[in-house]
């Protein structure tokens, strides 16, 4: 199984990007699929998730510019992000919580490469 994120880049404050982050291989179903970043010197943070059935949570941060998405036929979650600000600059990773097989209830994690978003005039 293999997360590939793409769509990074650099971009002027305001700015938009949509990364997305499809998912491949041996996958019966895709529960949470989100996005995490991290600046440098900080700790990961979660930015938005989105569970099989569409439920969304975001960080306070970014609430009202980002949009989580899925297309769960394509197993990819993507990251509308709009208004970007220079203090959103960091490597973003997705991550996935798979399913390998029917009734299979741990939690599951696999991660993107990350992609770098960098917010500069």
């Known amino acids: 199984v293999q997360l590939q994120a793409s769509g990074g880049g650099l971009v002027q404050p305001g700015g938009s990007l949509r990364p997305s982050c499809a998912a491949s291989?041996?996958?019966?179903?895709?529960?949470?699929m989100g996005w995490y970043r991290q600046a440098p010197g900080k700790q990961r943070e979660l930015v938005a998730a989105?569970?099989?059935?569409?439920?969304?949570n975001y960080a306070d941060s970014v609430k009202g510019r980002f949009t989580v998405s899925r297309d769960n036929a394509k197993n990819t979650v993507y990251l509308q992000m709009n208004s970007l600000k220079p203090e959103d600059t960091a490597v973003y990773y997705c991550?996935?919580?798979?399913?390998?097989?029917?009734?299979?209830?741990?939690?599951?994690?696999?991660w993107g490469q990350g992609t770098l978003v960098t917010v500069s005039s």
């Open positions: 991550y996935a919580d798979l399913q390998p097989y029917r009734g299979y209830q741990r939690r599951n994690d696999y």
């Open positions: 291989g041996s996958i019966f179903s895709i529960r949470d």
């Open positions: 989105i569970t099989s059935g569409g439920s969304t």
